[in-house]
């Protein structure tokens, strides 16, 4: 799954999360206030982002080529500004205590969209909350007739416009900051994965360096267990797999009756020498391996 397809099912997830809670929560408010009349315009609201989730679950089911692009969490993200725009309204128009929420929706497509989604959002952000406070201040929308009871003062031109102001600002200052951390964070995964080719370079360099040698090399845990042999080693001793077998017990199949070659006690570096068959001897020289300060091996 490519990441924005992974982006895409995780905002539905998130989304289903805050809805399932905000319901369960005005529930909770009802059995402890009694009545329904203050709360069912939230029923409204909730029944409205459960059917725009259904509808992005339908387009993600559907329309496959839309998965992977950046459009599909625009659209997702504009659902819930408009949600967010419905809830706002009913709770005290352009003073309502929701509207942190438009910010934390340019957190979310900064994360997700870095720098162009944050800033794209932060603007959406200000026509829907424009749209909003203009549409109360001329009184093109009564929320109070949804059965919404939550006290809201008569907007005045100078209020919506001081408000406005103070929100866009907020908008597009936390819009500037996800900016500059998307491109510290864009930054720092080209700087690791440049690392990464660097290290992945050395790492093939030195197997093929160790793999081209005459002399056989292994490394092995602390309980002896091989953990890489190269071509030579492995022929010299008769294996056929570069790890996952014990290397004492096969120097015992091959003669070698001295003391254990792993043990704690063992002195930190020694050598063996084995005549095998033929003729033919086989020096070993067995020294620790070390990351750090600490042993892991052979």
């Given amino acids: 799954m ?12 998130y989304r289903m ?26 029923y409204y609201l909730i029944a409205f982002v459960l059917a725009l989730n259904l509808a ?15 459009l599909f969490l625009y659209l997702q993200i504009l659902g819930d500004i408009v949600a967010v725009t419905l809830l ?24 997700l969209l870095r720098k162009r989604g944050a800033f794209l959002v932060a603007s959406l952000d200000a026509v829907l909350y424009g749209l909003l406070s203009v549409a109360l201040l001329y009184g093109w929308i009564h929320p109070e007739r949804l059965g919404a009871e939550f006290a809201a003062d008569p907007a005045t031109v100078e209020t919506a416009l001081h408000t406005l102001a103070a929100h866009y600002v907020g908008f597009y200052l936390v819009a ?15 700087a690791l994965g440049a690392a990464e080719l660097d290290l992945q ?9 160790v793999s081209s040698l005459a002399w056989g090399v292994l490394t092995t845990d602390e309980k002896g267990i091989v953990t890489f042999a190269n071509p030579a080693g492995m022929r010299m001793l008769g294996e056929t797999l570069p790890q996952g077998w014990n290397l004492e017990d096969r120097l015992e199949r091959l003669g070698y009756g001295g003391p254990p070659l792993f043990e704690p006690s063992s002195p930190p570096e020694r ?5 095998l068959p033929e003729g033919r001897h086989l020096a070993l020289v067995v020294a620790p391996l070390r990351s750090g300060a600490s042993p892991v091996g052979f």
């Fill in 2 to 13: 490519e990441p924005l397809e992974r982006n895409a099912v995780r905002l539905m997830v």
């Fill in 17 to 42: 999360v805050v809805v399932l809670t905000f319901f369960v929560s005005a529930l909770a408010v009802q059995a402890f206030v009694g009545g329904e009349t203050t709360l069912k315009p939230f």
């Fill in 56 to 70: 992005y679950a339908a387009t993600y089911a559907l329309l496959r080529p839309l998965r992977g692009l950046p």
């Fill in 88 to 111: 706002c309204s009913l709770t005290g128009g352009m003073r309502s205590i929701f509207t942190f929420l438009y910010q934390i929706l340019v957190v979310v497509a900064g994360v």
């Fill in 176 to 190: 500037a900051l996800m900016a500059l951390v998307s491109g510290r964070v864009e930054s720092t995964r080209k």
């Fill in 201 to 209: 370079k050395a790492r093939t360099f030195i197997e093929q360096l």
């Fill in 271 to 275: 050598e063996v020498e084995l005549a």
